[in-house]
């Protein structure tokens, strides 16, 4: 008899948020396209989310590996 406790494995969320906001930054430029700089500023704000997005699991997979 074989005992399988194993969980089924699900996609680590954390790793999947740049399928979201990365098809936002297009659309960022062309939905506010009549308004410059409330377009700039949606934009920039969204890039640096990602930016901080990419060093937080690089630092966090960083510190993983280290332990």
């Known amino acids: 008899m074989e005992c399988n406790n194993r969980q089924p494995r699900k996609p680590p969320i954390k790793f999947l948020v740049p399928l979201i906001y990365a098809p936002l930054l ?14 700039d500023r949606v934009f920039a704000t969204v890039l640096a989310a990602g930016l901080f997005h990419g060093i937080y699991l690089v630092t966090d ?6 332990k």
């Open 26 to 39: 297009p659309l960022i430029r062309i939905g506010l396209r009549t308004r410059p700089v409330l377009r």
């Open 61 to 66: 997979l960083y510190d993983v590996e280290s």
